[in-house]
């Protein structure tokens, strides 16, 4: 199977209906995907199929194929994605565990509503479950990013002007 992973072109043999989750993890390498509660109630193993959040552990890989499939790690190939600013600048990662989903679902929210209120975010991250209990934590973060990306935004268009 050929898939778009990260913008990478890769190949997998594993049967069709196997997790993406695991195709990520065992066959690929690609370990910041966590596996949680594998009935894709918690996120913690939230990618993006284009661009869409979805639970890698309840998707099988033969729905990927063909589509654009980006982890945590491809969010950024720096680490310097707005929302993973802001996850250090708001100290949001306690145990860390669902961070990767919690971001992945962050990202996701942002592509579709750049200046989401705090209901917007709730509804959005109410899928990402935290052990830690850093919701609010959260919640700034997301706001903070917005702001930057706003701002980036704003700067890009007086440069272009």
Request: contains cysteine; glycine residues 10%.
């Amino acid at each position: 199977m050929r898939l778009n992973v990260n913008n990478e072109e890769r190949n997998v043999a594993v049967a069709p209906d196997t997790p993406l989750l695991w195709v990520l993890r065992d066959h690929l390498d690609l370990t910041g995907t966590k596996f949680g509660c594998g009935a894709a109630l918690c996120g913690a193993c939230t990618v993006h199929l284009d661009g869409e959040a979805v639970r890698s552990c309840s998707v099988p890989v033969s729905a990927a194929v063909g589509r654009r499939i980006t982890t945590i790690e491809g969010l950024s190939a720096t680490g310097e994605h707005p929302l993973q600013l802001a996850w250090l600048q708001e100290d949001v990662p306690q145990c860390g565990y669902c961070q990767s989903g919690q971001l992945m679902s962050a990202a996701a929210l942002l592509r579709q509503n750049p200046a989401p209120g705090d209901d917007d975010i709730t509804n959005a991250m109410s899928g990402n479950i935290c052990r830690c209990g850093t919701y609010g934590r959260i919640r700034r973060a997301i706001h903070v990013a917005a702001a930057k990306m706003a701002g980036a935004k704003i700067a890009d268009q007086g440069e272009a002007s």
